[in-house]
């Protein structure tokens, strides 16, 4: 499932369903050694997961959860820790001033590799109100059931 050196271990469809998705960003993440172990098996979970910039400018990937390698034995890693993201001065200091305007959030698509490296795909979204839920799950079932007539012709 690798394409162009790229191979998704996980995405985070409940964004999509809870932003309206704005510009995104490729980051590098820092881990410790069974974190990556531990992502290679696919034990993580993006959902719950969210951006914090701090005040000296660092980009810090909080509540996502990596589970547990089954080999670490003793040496593995905690769960849910805040791991930090790295990303260009110039990029963090272009989201931070996206994040100051009001409704506005950091969250995380995906997580990937790309060659040797795990990247995470983070993008800025504006929370949607029930309302807006409903119309785009409406849209979609529109977009699928059309779809679905054209591949009966």
Same mark, same amino acid.
């Given at each position: 499932m690798a394409v162009n #050196?790229?191979?998704? =271990?996980?995405?985070?469809?409940?964004a999509f369903h809870n932003y309206e998705i704005g510009e995104k960003w490729e980051a #590098?993440?820092?881990?410790?050694?069974?974190e990556v172990k531990?992502?290679?098996?696919?034990?993580?979970?993006?959902?719950? #997961?969210?951006?914090? =910039?701090?005040?000296?400018? $660092?980009?810090?990937?909080?509540?996502?959860?990596?589970g547990?390698?089954?080999?670490?034995?003793?040496m593995?890693?905690?769960?849910?820790?805040?791991?930090?993201?790295?990303?260009? #001065?110039? $990029?963090?200091?272009?989201i931070a001033k996206q994040i100051k305007q009001k409704g506005l959030s950091i969250v995380p698509i995906r997580i990937y590799f790309k060659g040797s490296f795990i990247k995470v795909e983070i993008a800025v979204g504006r929370g949607k109100k029930s309302h807006d839920k409903r119309e785009s799950s409406k849209e979609k079932d529109a977009k699928r059931?059309?779809?679905?007539?054209m591949r009966g012709r």
């Open positions: #050196g790229i191979k998704v =271990i996980s995405t985070n469809k409940k #590098g993440i820092a881990l410790k050694g069974t531990a992502l290679r098996d696919g034990r993580v979970n993006l959902s719950d #997961g969210w951006v914090n =910039i701090t005040d000296d400018l $660092e980009a810090v990937l909080m509540e996502i959860q990596i547990h390698y089954a080999f670490g034995n003793i593995n890693h905690e769960e849910r820790r805040n791991r930090k993201l790295l990303l260009h #001065g110039q $990029e963090l200091t272009k059931e059309l779809a679905r007539t």
